[in-house]
């Protein structure tokens, strides 16, 4: 290669937040990344950029189960590295400190799916996989739809499950539904009996989970105990589903808010790619959110004038209107000087339910629809 023709890639910090468990799937681990390279890969192929993109992944322990110094650190380690942009971190109670950091001493933009509106700033964006604002009104939506009075809900211990409840009670008012019983649960997989048995001496007809996830491990066992099966309902916590079978069990019978929707034939036509790319096709909510992350980040790069942290910043703020492979169909990417939430449309969230085969979910609602 010529002297002239060389150029160093543009980095991309991925800093993911939580450790996954030991054992978990190879396929599912490359999900993460796969999505990203392949969409990277075709922009270079097809001239929308001029130089590759590498990934500079980190895998640090956050809360809910490890630090936010480690989440900060990491971040900082990617900057030095001399990376224009981050994905994360992932998980509120980390990206809400996180976004002070960024604004007080590293000036590079991040974006993440975390739902919290406390993460957008000037430097940071957000595709949330779900919102603490948005969620509860959907929860309130479907209850009311199957014409059910009243509602009982478990808190995680956590800015998430107060952010949730907090807006669970607003959405239940404006639909005429009772909460008739709240429940604190820790945020980590732990003994929720008491919880439990003290929501149903309540007799709510629907229950509500308000958390990150892992506190609904032992939510269903402590259920079977009392003989109860209410109508239960989850946010995008729903989307831990697939991290393991533990999740994947912890997770069966309750309704849950997710962003792979089968109908989006945006994203239908990404599977086609990403299936003939690396011999397989993972429907579920990862490989289409990470493409539309990827989208964006792709079109930010290519239009970064200097191609520098505020350059690709300057740039996100010019995404305008981008067809989403996540969501239903219809759902679209745009960005602007004081947009930095980028799903545009209520059907960026579809409701689904775990199959008993430990592998699939169904589609159960669309929401702005009726």
Not at 282 to 293: A, F, G, I, S, T
Not at 300 to 315: I, S
Not at 331 to 356: I, N
Request: aromatic share 10%; net charge negative.
């Amino acid at each position: 290669m010529s002297y002239e023709s060389h150029v160093e890639p543009i980095k991309l910090g991925y800093l993911f937040d939580f450790k996954l468990p030991p054992g978990f799937p190879k396929d599912q681990l490359n999900d993460l990344t796969d999505a990203f390279q392949l969409v990277f890969r075709q922009g270079l192929e097809t001239g929308v950029i001029d130089r590759p993109i590498e990934i500079v992944f980190r895998e640090v322990e956050g809360l809910p189960k490890g630090t936010v110094k480690a989440v900060i650190d990491a971040y900082g380690e990617l900057v030095d590295e001399g990376c224009l942009a981050v994905f994360g971190p992932a998980i509120t109670d980390n990206a809400v400190p996180m976004r002070e950091a960024i604004e007080a001493r590293y000036h590079v933009p991040a974006i993440s799916v975390c739902g919290t509106d406390d993460w957008l700033g000037e430097w940071t964006f957000a595709l949330p996989q779900g919102s603490m604002t948005d969620e509860p009104v959907f929860w309130a939506h479907l209850i009311a739809k199957q014409g059910y009075k009243t509602a009982g809900a478990l808190i995680e211990n956590s800015l998430i499950g107060e952010s949730y409840i907090r807006n669970f009670r607003k959405a239940c008012q404006a639909e005429g539904i009772s909460i008739v019983s709240e429940q604190a649960i820790p945020q980590t997989g732990q003994d929720v009996g008491e919880a439990v048995r003290r929501l149903h001496a309540a007799k709510p007809e629907a229950i509500v989970h308000c958390g990150f996830g892992f506190g609904v491990v032992q939510v269903n066992p402590a259920l079977a105990a009392l003989g109860w099966d209410p109508p239960r309902y989850m946010g995008t916590a729903f989307q831990n589903a697939w991290i393991n079978t533990a999740m994947w069990k912890a997770i069966e019978g309750w309704i849950g808010l997710d962003q792979y929707d089968e109908g989006n034939l945006v994203g239908q036509r990404f599977l086609d790619e990403f299936e003939q790319a690396f011999g397989r096709r993972p429907e579920y909510c990862v490989p289409v959110v990470n493409r539309d992350l990827a989208t964006v980040l792709l079109a930010a790069f290519a239009d970064a004038h200097p191609l520098t942290p505020r350059g690709v910043k300057e740039a996100l703020e010019r995404v305008k209107m981008l067809a989403a492979a996540s969501g239903s169909p219809g759902t679209r990417l745009s960005f602007g000087k004081w947009t930095r939430r980028g799903w545009m449309g209520a059907g960026y969230l579809v409701a689904r339910r775990l199959d008993p085969d430990g592998k699939n979910s169904h589609l159960v609602g669309r929401f702005g629809q009726d």
